[in-house]
């Protein structure tokens, strides 16, 4: 394999015409490292800039500004085939008529390499995602879950110091996608070999990033580990694109190191934040539906709005404080299920209550 490459974004800029004949913005000044050996997933909504960035890496877009390095080389305007990078595409992109060993030797071939080392290094990928013993199979006699295999052996033949996918899964079935998962994450660690990868369904980015980007409206929200990006939304808009949450309003009582007392439902909580607030600030809370407990007794009593089962949990919403909550209480079958129409109290702790800026 070529050598690891790390992955710079420096003041990123793309702007489209778009159809009114306006200049539209679709990456806005984007900045990141992607080490050495590490798979990150831009993730975001429709339309967030996700397949522009990573298609600028890949060099099928030119940034309107900005630079982008590949180690320590600028290949802000290098084109595709100069770039130490290769693509996983959504539609697999075989070539119909070629077998799948001929399919995978495809770009030896053009690179000239002899007939010996080219067999050898096919036949080494085609082991490595699975796929030995069906070198002579056309790609129409392969299952869609074999073909993306394909298509990630064709990738990896080449030996480029960075991968990269676009949306490489949504044409599976949600079971082979969740397999799916799994092996290339398998085949990445194996190979060691940086990795962007760009999807819109969030199940996908946790389970196999080491890093997170959230993107929204062509900028970066949050960068972070999975559970960073989960249990430490930076933003409103993270926290209720990951997940699912709820995002009060919320009085802060005094501030003191590194805690802030935020009042609600007449309690106090003192909170842990590494934000910088003052007294006068507008915050708001995140509270995971997971993280707070339905319970008999307490000291905060609650209405229970609704009530419904879902097999594995129990969905509710609560009212508190005038504010309707959702809530989420795993393993119904042995907890006390509350109705529609009862009261219940809450338990719910300091550490399950994350500050945001408004
Ligand atoms: P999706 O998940 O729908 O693919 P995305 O986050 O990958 O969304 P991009 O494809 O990067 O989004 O597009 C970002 C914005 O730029 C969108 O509003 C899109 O319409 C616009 N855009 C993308 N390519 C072009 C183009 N070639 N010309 C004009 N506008 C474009």
């Known amino acids: 394999m070529s050598e690891l490459k790390n992955v710079v974004l420096k003041n990123i800029v793309k702007t489209y015409l778009g159809n009114d004949g306006k200049p539209f913005t679709a990456v806005n000044n984007i900045n990141l490292e992607i080490k050495s050996g590490e798979f990150v997933t831009l993730l975001g909504p429709s339309g967030c800039g996700k397949t522009t ?7 099928f877009e030119i940034p309107t500004s900005g630079d982008i390095y590949i180690g320590k080389e600028n290949v802000s305007k290098l084109t595709p085939d100069k770039r130490d990078t ?14 799948i060993f001929d399919n995978v030797a495809y770009g030896l071939k053009l690179k000239k390499l002899s007939k010996d080392v080219i067999d050898k290094k096919v036949r080494k990928i085609l082991e490595l995602v699975g796929l030995n013993g069906l070198e ?4 129409n006699q392969l299952s869609g879950g074999q073909q993306q295999r394909v298509a990630l052996a064709r990738a990896l033949v080449m030996e480029p110091s960075v991968l990269l996918f676009d949306e490489p899964l949504s044409n599976l079935d949600a079971k082979l996608r969740v397999y799916m998962r799994t092996e290339i994450r398998r085949i990445q660690k194996e190979v060691g070999i940086t990795s962007v990868y760009v999807t819109h369904d969030q199940a ?3 389970s196999m990033s080491d890093r997170i980007i959230i993107m929204n409206k062509g900028v970066i929200e949050q960068i972070g580990t999975p559970k ?5 939304p930076a933003t409103k808009f993270v926290a209720d694109f990951i997940g699912e949450a709820n995002i009060l309003e919320a009085e802060i009582v005094d501030i003191a190191d590194k805690r802030v007392n935020i009042k609600l439902a007449d309690k106090i909580f003192s909170v842990k ?35 419904v089962f879902m097999g594995a949990y129990q969905d ?5 404080d005038n504010k309707e909550i ?15 129409g009862e009261k219940a109290y809450i338990d719910l702790k300091a550490n399950s209550i994350h500050v945001i800026r408004n």
């Open 316 to 320: 509710y919403v609560i009212e508190l």
């Open 273 to 307: 934040t590494d934000l910088n607030v003052g007294k006068e600030d507008k915050i708001n809370i995140v509270i995971r539906p997971e993280a707070v407990n339905l319970v008999d007794n307490g000291d905060i009593e609650v209405n229970v709005k609704s009530s």
């Open 228 to 232: 960073e990006i989960y249990e430490k």
């Open 53 to 59: 960035t990573l298609r600028m890496i890949a060099g």
């Open 204 to 206: 996908e980015a946790m």
């Open 136 to 139: 002579e199979r056309a790609p």
């Open 326 to 340: 959702k809530l989420v209480q795993y393993d119904p079958q042995h907890k006390k299920v509350y109705n529609t």
């Open 86 to 99: 290769a693509m996983v595409f959504q539609s697999y992109a075989l070539f119909p008529h070629l077998n």
